[in-house]
């Protein structure tokens, strides 16, 4: 017979980061806080003429039509409450040129590339600060519709 157990720390949905550390090695961050996704969404517009070749005014045709969608996606991870040992890892994912994340979708886990966002944060201390919590903006490394033809 087989058992699985599950623990559940946090109400929040937990993130398994890895990135490529200074010594070249993978290393995992698990961000255990408040998640965020946005959707950042640009398109342009043009008029166009919708009357047919009979000369007839067609409104089931769109006559501003957009074009050149793009679409981007962010998440925003928080590490949850951690100590001081986590600020060298956190320096080094905020400069790592290859950084992934693990995430379920649709049922199944999906390794999906990212790349840090933010540009500045202060790290805290124990003595300074009481309690650490990291919040990092991460861009997934591609565009939702692809814009390549």
Not at 72 to 100: M, R
């Amino acid at each position: 017979t087989t058992y699985v157990i599950n623990r559940v720390c946090s109400k929040y949905d937990q993130f398994k980061v890895t990135f490529v550390n200074k010594y070249g090695a993978f290393q995992d961050l698990y961000f255990s806080g408040l998640s965020r996704e946005n959707l950042n969404v640009s398109r342009e517009d043009f008029k166009r003429s919708i009357i047919t070749t009979q000369g007839r005014y067609d409104k089931q045709q769109h006559s501003i039509k957009q074009f050149n969608t793009l679409a981007n996606e962010t998440i925003t991870l928080n590490t949850g409450y951690v100590d001081e040992s986590h600020n060298e890892a956190i320096k080094q994912l905020l400069v790592s040129e290859q950084i992934f994340i693990r995430k379920t979708e649709g049922g199944s886990e999906q390794t999906i590339p990212i790349n840090v966002q933010s540009n500045t944060l202060q790290f805290k201390t124990g003595v300074n600060d009481k309690v650490i919590n990291y919040t990092i903006t991460f861009a997934y490394a591609f565009d939702m519709i692809s814009n390549i033809r």
